[in-house]
């Protein structure tokens, strides 16, 4: 099938040859129980629609234009989110019973697979920051240590940024890896919208920091339906093929085309406005923190007052509550309107992204000026 630069015209131009659907889903797109929801273009794999188990066309383009547009050798869609990411790498990277680096504080889906892989872990600690009593960014040298011990480690894993944005110093650690010969990979699914636009002052992706497979989720920052997510491949040192085994292993034989036309269209619109997007969210973000800098109780986090940090993301604004986190998130939720990310004991977790307004963010300012004020 011939295929366009939009994977929505090349399933609306299957859709015009009318075929009646012998073949699931059982809808067969004549039946919403959601007026909203887009059934006609709930498909399955079928002559025209492609396979992404087995990529040849429309989805295999639509998974180039997005490893173009991320810098990555190559990319893979995901419909089962980046927990099929981490545990479709670490399957493709690390022979069973092998052992790997882990920075403490990974997410579930790490421990998942090292429980299905009869993987050994060792940990690296990164170091506390308080008072958000929050994970600060591993130290390259703490890798280093870790190899000069003589034990044999399969792969490093990393989780840069984490959720509250911290990053590590990805270039450097990687620079060991390779020195030891051993694989890097970065569950950066907090990150899909790294290093993207350069000039918008987001810092620098994995993708392009030496890491070997690197693992996004793009609903997460970026404007793509739950669950969706992106595994890229970096280097050579990786097979392909491994990776492809793997996703077979893990990910659903019947993916949604709603979510993967979500990936596509998210991609899309970043090609086309994406730096426009992304100036707008960095202004918005100047303008919140600019606003805030006058707080005298409740604490943003900001990675230049921190030793234990070597980067951070902005558009996670995290903040320390001395009432408490639910105190604050009670009152952000009944008073005024929010609904944050995260609460913990002292700290509240407020996510924002390329579709947040300076409005939006300055309101939220605004809140948290009038939150303090009553301290």
């Avoid at 889903?25 to 709930?42: E, T, V």
């Avoid at 970065?186 to 920091?209: I, K, N, R, Y």
């Avoid at 994406?274 to 005298?296: C, I």
């Avoid at 004991?345 to 947040?356: E, F, G, P, R």
Wanted: a negative charge; hydrophobic letters at 40%; charged letters at 20%.
């Amino acid at each position: 099938m011939k295929h366009s630069d939009s994977l929505h015209a090349d399933l609306q131009a299957y859709l015009q040859k009318d075929l009646y659907p012998l073949h699931m889903p059982g809808h067969k797109r004549r039946f919403s129980c959601a007026g909203a929801l887009p059934f006609d273009l709930d498909l399955t794999e079928v002559p025209g629609t492609d396979d992404l188990h087995e990529a040849q066309d429309i989805l295999k383009a639509s998974m180039e234009r997005t490893a173009a547009l991320f810098h990555a050798k190559r990319t893979w869609h995901l419909v089962n989110g980046s927990t099929l990411g981490n545990l479709a790498a670490l399957y493709a990277a690390v022979p069973f019973g092998g052992s790997i680096l882990c920075m403490e504080g990974c997410h579930r889906s790490i421990l998942h697979a090292a429980e299905l892989l009869h993987l050994h872990i060792e940990w690296l600690i990164p170091p506390v920051i308080t008072p958000f009593e929050v994970a600060g960014s591993l130290s390259p040298s703490d890798v280093r240590k870790a190899f000069e011990s003589g034990r044999i480690y399969h792969a490093v894993v990393l989780t840069s940024p984490t959720y509250e944005g911290v990053l590590a110093d990805v270039s450097a650690i990687a620079s060991i890896c390779r020195e030891y010969d051993v694989s890097l990979i970065v569950d950066q699914a907090h990150g899909a919208h790294l290093g993207l636009f350069p000039e918008c002052g987001f810092p620098e992706s994995a993708v392009t920091q030496g890491a070997d497979l690197v693992i996004q989720s793009t609903h997460k920052t970026l404007p793509a339906l739950t669950q969706t997510a992106l595994l890229h491949l970096c280097s050579d040192r990786i097979d392909p093929d491994a990776v492809e085994h793997a996703l077979d292993v893990f990910e659903t034989s019947s993916p949604s085309y709603l979510l993967l036309l979500s990936i596509d269209e998210c991609v899309r619109t970043l090609q086309k406005d994406g730096a426009a997007l992304f100036a707008k969210w960095q202004d918005a973000l100047h303008s919140f923190y600019d606003r805030v800098s006058s707080l005298r109780h409740l604490r943003v986090f900001s990675p230049q007052t921190q030793e234990e940090v070597f980067a951070a993301d902005p558009g996670k604004i995290l903040l320390y509550a001395p009432m408490g986190g639910e105190a604050l998130s009670q009152l952000l939720r009944t008073r005024y309107g929010f609904e944050p990310e995260k609460v913990t004991a002292q700290t509240v977790l407020a996510m924002t992204s390329c579709m947040d307004t300076k409005e939006a963010l300055l309101r939220f300012a605004d809140a948290l000026l009038a939150i303090d004020n009553t301290l």
